[in-house]
């Protein structure tokens, strides 16, 4: 482990006590507020039996939601996540003290806690995060390949919720002539596109001996490396490169988990799914479920089940097509069911018949699968997992990304996978209700890219 590795550790670490005491200290004041100097005993006592268990769900719901993770987070970001995390935090505490039978817990208590604990938490982490972009600053990128990969990857950057890295040199040729003549210009290299290897490798020895960082794209080769078992045998260690499957120990865990899941989140949707057929029987002609031919393991085709916000006749002209921006075909309730993502909660349906899972990539249509798996020869392994109802791809990337950026993002789960990292995707996907930007469709002038008149470029 090297000193930075070392540092961040300790930094979160730290970070993450003064989260603790700080939300120990919104108990303890909203204990005061409720009853003043006079707190009843039992009520207290109530709480220091609980307050191990209280706080290490604390801590684990924090991680879970990559709180202490700073680097591609804004200020906006934090007060969603406090927030979020602070109402499963009532939740969590409520089925603590019922579990540890220690009913005396007042839920006032927990009422104003909710409030007190937001209120400091999301001022605590704003000193934080200003004291985290003051000192780390703003890091100075290379970019490095073909023109075409750049500039997707200029874009990408200068769509970034904040100005942690910024793109000063682009190289689209002569990559190691230009990456060392400029050295003392940038902090970080990236790699966006395929190099010779001969020339890789020196741009890799010249990085390293500099101390520069060095940022790899998603492409095959360098996703295949993710993941891999170090086997040692006799005098030499070898990689041995892992496939895009999940093991079938696994597979097993998270299908019981699914039919788990999907039981209790029908239950809990019920409300909801029953007030939302009413409403899209009553504002638009058609039916209330809309049927659609998705593919998912090994490539089977399924019926998915979504809430209609579309017209019935949506495509009746046109044909398979893409949602976009401001869809005309979209019904006045459909903006609102697709925005709050409502219109896919039927799929709990389809993932208890086992066509899909509660977590993986999303299932898309015959059609689209054809037109994809020609241009792309990898997309066929995404179909060696079940599709899903919220996936990698939704929580860390952007409804608008296209094809390819979503495959990567779904190999990568693939390759990734745990059990934890499904829980981890299932409490994020909260967050993503409230970004505005993760349930538009793609528009098309977001797919016209330039390069910015401001980066200097190297040929």
């Not at 050295?183 to 010779?196: Q, R, T």
């Not at 865990?253 to 019920?270: A, H, N, P, T």
Request: aromatic letters at 12%.
């Amino acid at each position: 482990m090297n000193q930075g590795e070392k540092f961040s550790k300790t930094k979160k670490f730290l970070i993450g006590t003064m989260d603790v005491i700080i939300f120990h200290i919104s108990i303890l004041l909203s204990f005061y507020v409720q009853f003043g100097q006079n707190v009843p005993e039992r009520n207290m006592t109530t709480y220091t039996s609980a307050l191990p268990y209280i706080m290490i769900l604390f801590v684990m719901l924090n991680i879970l939601f990559g709180v202490y993770i700073l680097y591609n987070k804004s200020l906006t970001d934090f007060i969603y996540l406090t927030i979020i995390t602070q109402l499963l935090m009532v939740v969590a505490i409520m089925a603590v003290t019922f579990a540890g039978r220690w009913f005396a817990f007042p839920r006032s208590v927990l009422l104003i806690t909710l409030v007190v604990s937001s209120i400091l938490l999301i001022c605590w982490r704003a000193v934080i995060f200003k004291v985290y972009l003051k000192f780390s600053g703003t890091k100075k990128v290379m970019v490095v390949g073909e023109e075409s990969n750049v500039i997707s990857a200029v874009m990408n950057f200068n769509q970034a919720k904040n100005e942690r890295h910024k793109i000063e040199l682009v190289a689209t040729d002569r990559f190691f002539k230009n990456i060392q003549e400029n050295l003392n210009n940038f902090d970080i290299v990236y790699l966006a596109s395929h190099i010779d290897e001969e020339e890789k490798i020196k741009i890799y020895d010249l990085l390293i001996k500099n101390e520069k960082k060095i940022f790899l794209n998603t492409s095959f080769e360098n996703l295949i490396l993710v993941n891999p078992n170090i086997m040692n045998i006799e005098d030499e260690s070898i990689i041995e490169i892992s496939n895009f499957r999940i093991s079938a120990e696994d597979g097993l865990i998270k299908r019981m988990l699914d039919i788990v899941f999907s039981i209790i989140l029908i239950i809990l949707s019920s409300p909801i799914m029953l007030v939302t057929a009413v409403l899209v029987k009553l504002t638009s002609k058609g039916p209330v479920l809309y049927k659609q031919v998705r593919i998912t393991l090994n490539g089977k085709e399924f019926n998915v089940l979504k809430f209609r916000s579309m017209s019935a006749t949506a495509e009746k002209d046109s044909g398979p097509v893409l949602a976009s921006s401001n869809d005309a075909r979209v019904t006045t309730i459909g903006k609102y069911i697709r925005a709050l993502r409502i219109d896919e909660l039927p799929q709990l349906f389809n993932v208890l018949k086992g066509d899909m899972s509660v977590v993986g990539p999303r299932p898309e249509r015959p059609f689209f699968v054809d037109q994809f798996k020609e241009e792309n020869k990898y997309y066929y392994l995404r179909h060696n997992v079940r599709a899903g109802i919220t996936g990698y791809a939704q929580v860390y990337g952007k409804y608008a990304s296209d094809f390819n950026s979503k495959l990567n993002f779904d190999l990568l789960y693939i390759k990734k996978y745990s059990i934890l990292l499904d829980i981890k995707i299932m409490l994020q996907t909260i967050k993503i209700l409230f970004d505005k930007v993760s349930s538009k469709g793609l528009d098309e002038e977001e797919l016209v890219k330039k390069m910015p008149e401001n980066i200097k470029v190297l040929r």
